[in-house]
C-alpha cells in the first residue's frame, strides 16, 4: 500500500457512561477509496464516525487524519450526520444550510459574501438542487433533505467525508444519484467513508469495506472482506443465506446478490 | 400546639398525599409541567365562577375549574396539532394567557373581595382551620380539610381501579391501545383528576405548592426505586414529611408556609439526588470509579487479546506503552496492571504484559458481553 | 383618555416616557433571545428560569438592603442561572427527565422566593417596599434607572447576537454539525442561555417572574408564523415584543388598578392568535383555503375523467347531464356547482345547454390523470 492513510484508527475503545460499545477498534482507511461501514444495529457505527469527529470522547486509542489529530486536520473533514438529527422546521432554506458548511472558514462575526452564497450554489448544483436554494427546509421530500446535507458536505471541500447513512429514506433513483456524485468525488482522489445498511448493494457501490459489530471484524477491499464468514461473525448468525454453497471455498462469496439483507 | 395548627398540618398532609399520588403519573408521562399549566389557568375557572355565582361556594367552582384545566390541556393539544408550534411552546402559549385573564379579572373588580392575587399563588393556608364545614349543626371540622380528603379519595379510587391500565398507558401506550385501552381516555381521566387535585388544594396552599407537591416527592421516588407501588407510596411518605417539615419551619422563621413546604420539597429532593442508593449522585460517582478501573483492566486484556500473534505485539505489550496508547497517567496504568495481575489476568515478563488463560478468557467474555 | 392625550404624553410625560422606552427596551430584547429560546425548543426553561430569578431578587436585596436595579439584576442572574445548571446536571447525571427537573426548579426555588419575601415583608426597614412587583410586574414604577440598566445589559445582549449571528443560527440548528468543524459549542450554547437569562431578568420588574417567559415565546411564536427565514423571525419576534411591551406598560400604567405583566401577555397572546390564523402561508386560514381548493382541483379532474369515460358511450347523454353529475358522484349539491364551476373555468370542459362536454385539453388531462 503506497497510498498514504487518509485515516487510521488505532486501539480506538469508547464507552457511553459505564458502557463499552466499541473495543480496541483498528481501521487503516488509505487515500482515494469508497468505503462502507456495515454492521448491525447498535454496532457502534455511528459511534465510531463520531468519535472520529469528536463528538464522542474515547477511553482509549488514538485517531489520525492523514497522520495527525484530528483537531489539526479537522480542515479536511467534511461530515454528513444522520438525518433526523435536526429540527426540520427551522426557518432556513436550503442555501442557507449548505452556507453553514463554510462559516468555519469565513471566520468569527464575518458574514457570508457572494463569493461563498456562489460556492454554496455550486454545490447545491453537484447534488442536483440548485432550484430548490430558496425552499425551506420542511418543504423538501426526505432525499433532498439528505442532498442538501450532501452539498454543505461538499461545499466545506474536504479531503475525507465521514457520512452517516446517508441513504436512509431515499428513493432508488436519488441513491444512484448519490452514488455517482459519490464515485466523482473518489475520482478527485477524495476518501468516502460510509455508514451503509444495504448489505445487497454494498460489492456494487463501493470499493473497500469495514466489518464492525463492537470490535473490528475486517476491513479491506470488498472483494477481500465480504466474506460468509466474516458477515456471520458481524452479524451473529442472524444473516440468511440463499446460496447452498455459500461460506463454502475458504469463506468467499462469488455473488454478494444472492445474500438476502438480515433475516430475523 | 393549638388545633389550629394541628388541623393546618393536617390539610396540608392531606394535599400533599393527594398531589403526590397524581403526580407520580404526571412524571411518569413526562408531563409534569402539564401540572404548572394546570394549576395556573384553573384561576381563570375559579374567578369566572366567582363572578357567576358571587360565591365561594366549592362545587361550582370545582366544577368551573376543572373544566377549564381540562381545556388547557385540550388547547395545548390543538396547538400541537396545527404543528405550527412546538409542544413546549404551546404549554408556554396557553397558560399565561388563560392566568392572564385571571389575574385582571381578579386586581380590576374583585381585589380585596375574598380573592387576591398573592393568595393565588400562595393560598392561605393560615386562615383554613377558620373556614368550618357544619353538618346538622355539628363542626366536624375545617372546610378545606374535607374537601383534600374526598379529592385525595377520588384519587386513591382512581388509580387503584384503572392501575393496570394507567400502567399500561404510561409505560406502553402502544400496547394499551392495541389492547382497547383508549390511551386518550386515560390521559384526560388524569389531567382530570390533576385539575379536580389543584382546584381542591389551590385554596389551601396556592397554585405553586401545587406543583412542587406534585413534581418533587414523586420525582425523589422515582429516583429511590423501579417499582410503581413503591414509588407512589414512596411519594406520599415524601410529600407529607415536606408539608409538616415546612410548616414547622415557617412557623419557625415566621415565614410564608406554601413558600416554605415548596422549599422542603426541593431540600428532600436534592437529598435524595444525593445519597438515593445506586441512582443516587453519590453512588453514582463513587460506582464510576470503581468501574473505572474494572473496564481499564478489560480494556487493558481486549488491547492485549487483539494484538497477540500480530507481528506489532512486542511493542504492543510493553508496559510503557500504555500510558501513551491509553493517555492514562503512570499511576493510574500501574494501579491497573496490579488489578489484573492480582485476578491472574496477565504475568510480566521482560516489561512485556501477556494475557494469561484466564485473562483470554475474560477479554473474549468481555467482547461478547456489550 | 383619547388616543391622541395617550400619544401626547408618550412623547412628553417624563415617567410614562420612561415606562414606555423600558418595555419598549425589555419587549424587543426578550422578542430576539426568545426567537432563540423557542427554536432551541426551551420555552419551558425560559419559565423555570423566570421563576428560578425571585429567591436571587430577594437574597440580593437581603444581603446589600439595597434596591438598587443592578444588584437585584445580579442576583436574579446567579440565582437564574443556578437553576439552569440544576436542570442541566439533573437531567445529565439521573434518570429523571428535563420536564420533572424543569418543574421541581420553578416551584421549588419560586417558593423559596415567596418564604424570603414573606420574611423580607416582616423586616421594619422601610426600603424593602415595591419587591412583590417582582410577581406580575409594575411598569409604572420604572424608573429612569432602571431603564439605563435594562437598555445597557439590552444593548449588549443585543449586540451579542449580532456579532455571532451566524454562530447562534447553526447552534439552534445543528449543534452536532457545529462542533465537528471545531466550534466550541459548550461555550457558545452558555452564552446564548446567559443572554437569554439576561432577557428574562431585565423583563422582570415590568412583566413580573410569573409571566415572564410569555415574553419569550408568545412574540417568537407569532413571528415565527410570518417568515421562513431567521432573520426575518428574529426581527420581527424582537418587534412584536417591544410593541406589546409598550401597548401593555401604557395601558396599565394610564388603567388604574390592571397589572403590567397579565396586560403585555393579553396583546401579546393576541399577536399570537391573529398570527397563527392570519398568517399567509402557514397560517390556519390560509392552510384551509389551499386545501378547499386542492380539494376542488381534485374533484375537478376526477369529473373530467369521469366525462371521457363517458365520452361517446350510449349512457353519455344521461351521465354528463350535469343535473345527474351530483347524484352520480355522490358530492352534495353546493360542493357539485363550485366543482362543475371551476372544471368549467379552468377549461376542462364545457357547458352545452345542460351537459358537460370535454374540451381537448379536457381530455388530455383525463388521460395524464389516469396514466398517474
Ligand atoms: N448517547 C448515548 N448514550 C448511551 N448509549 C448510547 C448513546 N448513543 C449510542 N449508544 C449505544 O451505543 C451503541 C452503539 O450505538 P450506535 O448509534 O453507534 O450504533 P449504530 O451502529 O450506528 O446503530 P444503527 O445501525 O442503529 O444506527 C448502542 O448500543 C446504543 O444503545
Ligand atoms: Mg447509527
Redesign the interface.
Known sequence: MDRPLALEVRDLTVAYEEKPVLWDVDLEVPEGVLMAIVGPNGAGKSTLI?TV???VPSAAGQVRIYGQPY?RR?EL?G?V?QRG???WD????AL??VL??L??K?G??R??ARRERELALESLAKVGMAEYADR?ISQLSGGQQQRVFLA?ALV?DAQVYLMDEPFAGVDATTERAIVALLRELRAAGKTLIVVHHDLQTVSEYFDWLMLLNVRHIASGPVAEVFTADNLRDAYGGRVAFVTPNAGSENGHLSEPQSLLSRGG | MSTAQIEIILIASVVAASCALIGTFL?LR????M??AIS?AILLGIVVMFFLTRSRASLPMILAATATGVLTVYLVEL?VQ?R???E??A???VF??L???G??LI??YA?NIHLD??AV??GELVFAPFDRLIVAGRDIGPKTLWLGLSVGVINLAFILLFYKELKLATFDPGLAAALGFSPVLIHYALMTLVSVTAVSSFEAVGS??V??L???PP?AA??LTDRLPVMLALGVLLAVVSAVLGYLI?YL????I??????M??VI?VIV?MVAPQ?G?IS?WSRQRRQRAQFAAEALLVHLSQHTGQPEFAAECAVTHLTGHFRWSEPFAAQIVRFARQRDWIEESDGCLRLTRAGTRVASQVMVRS | MNLGQILHDLLFDYTLRTVAMGSAALGLVSGVLGAFA??R????L??AISHAALPGVALAFLLTMSRAPLVLVLGATLSGWLGTLFVIT?TR?????Q??????V??????????????IQ?MPTASKAGL?KF??GQAATLMSRDVVTTAALGAAALLVVL?????F??L???P??M?????PVRRLDILLTTLMVIAIVIGLQTVGV??M??M???P??AA??W????G??VLLSGGFGALVGVLGAVTSAQVG???T???I??YV?GI?VVS?LAAPD?G?VAQLRRRRRQRVQFAAEALAIHLLNHEGAPDAAVETAIAHLRQHLQWDESFAERVTRRTITSGLAERSNGHLRLTSYGREVARRAMAR
Request: proline residues 3%.
Open positions: 463520531k469527529l469528536g463528538l483537531a479537522r473533514v461530515y450526520p438529527s435536526v429540527d427551522f426557518p432556513t432554506n442557507d444550510v453553514m458548511g462559516y468555519r469565513i468569527w462575526i458574514r457570508p425551506q454543505r466545506q | 412524571v413526562k408531563m409534569a409541567l401540572s404548572d395556573h396547538l396545527t405550527l408550534v412546538k413546549d411552546a404549554i408556554g402559549l399565561p394567557a392566568f392572564s385573564i389575574v385582571i386586581s380590576r381585589a392575587i398573592d399563588l400562595l405553586i405548592l406543583i412542587a406534585m413534581i418533587g420525582a422515582y429516583l415557617a422563621v415566621n415565614g410564608s406554601a413558600g416554605s413546604m415548596a422549599t420539597t426541593g429532593f439526588l441512582r449522585l453514582r | 423557542v427554536l425548543r426551551q420555552s419551558l425560559g419559565d439533573v447525571q439521573t434518570r429523571i427527565k420536564d420533572t427537573a424543569l418543574g421541581i420553578l416551584s421549588v426555588f419560586f417558593g423559596f422566593g415567596m418564604l424570603l419575601l414573606s420574611i416582616r412583590d410577581l406580575f456579532l455571532l449571528w451566524k454562530e443560527k447553526l439552534s440548528f445543528d452536532a454539525f462542533k465537528s468543524v471545531g466550534y410569573v409571566l417567559s410569555a419569550l415565546v408568545a417568537a411564536a415565527r408564523q417568515t421562513d427565514k431567521l426575518r423571525m388598578r390592571l397589572p405583566g397579565p396586560t401577555v393579553l397572546s399570537v397563527l402557514r390556519i
